[in-house]
T-cell receptor, first 111, second 111 residues
Framework: GDSVTQMEGPVTLSEEAFLTINCTYT??????LFWYVQYPGEGLQLLLK?????DKGSNKGFEATYRKETTSFHLEKGSVQVSDSAVYFC??????????FGKGTMLLVSP | NAGVTQTPKFQVLKTGQSMTLQCAQD?????MYWYRQDPGMGLRLIYY???????DKGEVPNGYNVSRLNKREFSLRLESAAPSQTSVYFC??????????FGPGTRLTVL
């Protein structure tokens, strides 16, 4: 079945540092890939998505590229802010109307 | 446009009590979902409804029932709550495209 594996956290960075959160997946067919973000005490919000190989999703300075050859969708940001502190979830949808989530990676950014 | 709303925000139950979690969306979405979120487990799908009048089991349906009352509303019922059902519950909805939109969550504690 489908599965998503993302790096365990917490990831602890100083403000303005470069961020990478790794995500790899296993799926049948050609899934769509997503990054969701959850701020403390809130629900999940879509951060970015990509629907086919080599697509790059981007939003709020975050980027992720759909790499079919390595089955990966790593999240990157060039310069993190304290306000980026949250839990980040990688997810996939393989056409059955449901999402499969990774376990989440907590990001802590200090001033 | 409120998006996805959930009630209540917090609930404490005793083992064996029953309750219904309510979810409503005002975006005219076809599909609706119930997830539970537990530490280190990510989000796991309990039940979903691909369209009004249909419901299907997800990954962890045992101990739960659902009702798709109409296109707007999708409720989750715990008939006899157990401590293992202590969790944060999220409702989500989805139009015809891939992206799901999440509610703010219900924090449930079963003593």
């Amino acid at each position: 079945g489908d599965s998503v594996t993302q790096m365990e956290g917490p990831v602890t960075l100083s403000e303005e540092a470069f961020l990478t959160i790794n995500c790899t997946y296993t799926a049948t067919g050609y899934p769509s890939l997503f990054w969701y973000v959850q701020y403390p005490g809130e629900g999940l919000q879509l951060l970015l998505k990509a629907t086919k190989a080599d697509d790059k999703g981007s939003n709020k300075g975050f980027e992720a590229t759909y790499r079919k050859e390595t089955t990966s969708f790593h999240l990157e940001k060039g310069s993190v802010q304290v306000s980026d502190s949250a839990v980040y979830f990688c997810a996939l949808s393989s056409g059955y109307s449901t999402l499969t989530f990774g376990k989440g990676t907590m990001l802590l950014v200090s001033p | 446009n409120a998006g996805v709303t959930q009630t209540p925000k917090f609930q404490v139950l005793k083992t064996g009590q029953s309750m219904t979690l309510q979810c409503a969306q005002d975006m005219n979405h076809n599909s609706m979902y119930w997830y539970r979120q537990d530490p280190g487990m990510g989000l796991r799908l309990i039940y979903y409804s691909a369209s009004e009048g249909t419901t299907d089991k997800g990954e962890v349906p045992n101990g739960y029932n659902v009702s798709r009352l109409n296109k707007r509303e999708f409720s989750l019922r715990l008939e006899s709550a157990a401590p293992s059902q202590t969790s944060v519950y999220f409702c989500a909805s989805r139009p015809t495209a891939d992206t799901q939109y999440f509610g703010p969550g219900t924090r449930l504690t079963v003593l």
